[in-house]
C-alpha cells in the first residue's frame, strides 16, 4: 500500500459527460501528479502540482483541468467525454516539487461508453 | 513522439534465467531514470532508479545499466522468479526549476516460466 488514495476505483460514464476523479496524496506529500493510462499510448505523465499550484504540464487536454486543495487533496475533471478517454487515471505524490520518487496510487478506471 | 523508447515488448524468460529489458532516450536534459514493475490492477511502484553520474547501481536481483553517451539505460533482473512477472517501465525525468515531468516507456511484460 503506497499510502496514496484514489476515488472511485471505478467509473462509468456516456459520451459527452464530466466526471472528477479525486486522490489524496501520502501523509506529508504535497506534490501531486496525474497520468493516464491506455493501452495504446501507455503511461502519459498529464500534470503536477505542489502545494497547491500547477508546476508542471504534460499531455493534457484542454478538455481536462486539475487541481489542488488546501488539504492538498487533488482532483481531475475530465469533461466532454470521448469514446478514447477511456483509461486507468493513476494518481502519484512526492513530497516536493523536485523531488524524485513518486508513489502511485491504485487508480480509477474509466469507461465511456 | 515518444520521449522513451523501451523494448522488447514482451519477454519470457525460464525461473533462474536473467531477464533484459531495454529503453532509449534522446533527450539529453533527463537527468533521472526511474524502474517501475506494475503488477495487474496496480499502480506502478518504483523499483531502482539511477543518475547519468554514474554507469551502474545494484539492488539485489535487480540491476540497472546506463550509457550516457549512447543514451541508453537497462533493467537486468538476474535469477528471475515467477513472483517477478509484471509490466515494467522505464522512464525518465528532467528536474526543471518548477517541477518534475516524466516520459515513459511503453512498458515491458515479462512473464517468468515457472
Known amino acids: 500500500d503506497s499510502g496514496v488514495t484514489q476515488t472511485p476505483k471505478h467509473l462509468i460514464t456516456a459520451t459527452g459527460q464530466r466526471v472528477t476523479l479525486r486522490c489524496s496524496p501520502r501523509s506529508g506529500d504535497l506534490s501531486v501528479y496525474w497520468y493516464q493510462q491506455s493501452l495504446d499510448q501507455g503511461l502519459q505523465f498529464l500534470i503536477q502540482?505542489?502545494?497547491?499550484?500547477?508546476?508542471a504540464k504534460g499531455n493534457i487536454l484542454e478538455r481536462f483541468s486539475a487541481q489542488q486543495f488546501p488539504d492538498l487533496h487533488s482532483e481531475l475533471n475530465l469533461s466532454s467525454l470521448e469514446l478514447g478517454d477511456s483509461a486507468l487515471y493513476f494518481c502519484?505524490?512526492?513530497?516536493?516539487?523536485?523531488?524524485?520518487?513518486?508513489?502511485f496510487g491504485p487508480g480509477t478506471r474509466l469507461t465511456v461508453l | 513522439q515518444q520521449q522513451v523508447k523501451q523494448s522488447p515488448q514482451s519477454l519470457i524468460v525460464q525461473k533462474g534465467g536473467i531477464s533484459i529489458i531495454n529503453c532509449a532516450y534522446e533527450?539529453?536534459?533527463?537527468?533521472?531514470f526511474p524502474w517501475y514493475q506494475q503488477f495487474p490492477g496496480k499502480g506502478p511502484a518504483l523499483l531502482i532508479a539511477i543518475r547519468p553520474d554514474v554507469s551502474e547501481k545494484k539492488e539485489g536481483r535487480f540491476t540497472i545499466s546506463f550509457n550516457k553517451s549512447a543514451k541508453q539505460f537497462s533493467l537486468h533482473i538476474m535469477d528471475s522468479q515467477p513472483g517477478d512477472s509484471a509490466t515494467y517501465f522505464c522512464?525518465?525525468?528532467?528536474?526543471?526549476?518548477?517541477?518534475?515531468?516524466?516520459?515513459f516507456g511503453t512498458g515491458t511484460s515479462l512473464t517468468v516460466i515457472p
Open positions: 502519484a505524490s512526492s513530497p516536493g516539487q523536485r523531488t524524485d520518487t513518486q508513489y
Open positions: 522512464a525518465a525525468s528532467s528536474l526543471t526549476n518548477t517541477g518534475n515531468q516524466f516520459y
Open positions: 502540482y505542489y502545494n497547491g499550484e500547477e508546476r
Open positions: 533527450n539529453t536534459a533527463f537527468d533521472y
